[in-house]
């Protein structure tokens, strides 16, 4: 009679555990984490907030990295103000020359991030506009031999790859600080307004201090 039961018993659990009654889970903590959502980074975000999702690509306000040495005490505008935008202008370089292996690094970051819309060349031909024949529907801006950008300061190019610019994305979250210096700084060099490459005894020195300076 007891193997009865028992068989009985285990055919029942087998049975409800089987069956398609469906249970209602019961109140989820973080659902955003239990059900996470992915975007890709270019994606059309414009209406994520009406779906009650936070999504800026940008690093949490007031984070730093504990590697980081180059704090950036700007933040980024409002809609339609522009009071920081124009006051980055002001904004130093901490990185004040490169050596030959730090050029070259700068240039593959570069590469990377910026020249997929910038060229290789930095002149706005990248493969992402190619002539007109990219995807891409706005040419982008030409870096070297266009006066605009030539007399941009570093500053100014600082806060538009930190929080984006016109149609061009954020970069916060792909770049530290210090790399977005170093692109800048390679652009400005590209575009003949730093001077030649630094040896790479005296490239170490002025690096350590300038980031001691912005601590």
Not at 8 to 15: I, K
Not at 50 to 71: D, F, H, I, Q
Not at 111 to 128: T, V
Not at 190 to 209: C, L, N, S
Request: proline share 5%.
């Amino acid at each position: 009679m007891k193997k009865v039961i028992i068989i009985l018993t285990a055919a029942v659990a087998t049975l409800v555990a089987c069956s398609d009654v469906k249970r209602k889970p019961g109140s989820i903590y973080m659902p955003d984490m239990a059900y996470s959502r992915a975007y890709e980074t270019y994606a059309d975000h414009s209406n994520l907030a009406e779906k009650g999702v936070n999504y800026n690509n940008l690093p949490v306000a007031g984070t730093v990295s504990r590697a980081e040495n180059y704090v950036y005490h700007l933040a980024k505008d409002k809609d339609g103000d522009t009071t920081n935008y124009f006051a980055s202008r002001n904004t130093v370089n901490p990185i004040t020359s490169l050596d030959s292996a730090g050029l070259v690094e700068a240039e593959r970051i570069y590469l990377i991030n910026c020249g997929i819309c910038h060229g290789s060349k930095l002149d706005g031909n990248g493969p992402l506009w190619k002539d007109g024949a990219g995807p891409y529907p706005a040419a982008p801006a030409v870096l070297v031999g266009n006066a605009k950008y030539e007399a941009m300061t570093d500053g100014t190019m600082f806060y538009s790859i930190t929080y984006g610019r016109n149609l061009m994305g954020a970069y916060a979250s792909q770049l530290t600080p210090k790399q977005r210096w170093e692109v800048i700084y390679y652009i400005k060099h590209k575009q003949g307004k730093v001077g030649a490459v630094a040896p790479a005894t005296a490239a170490a020195p002025a690096a350590a201090d300038s980031s001691k300076a912005t601590k």
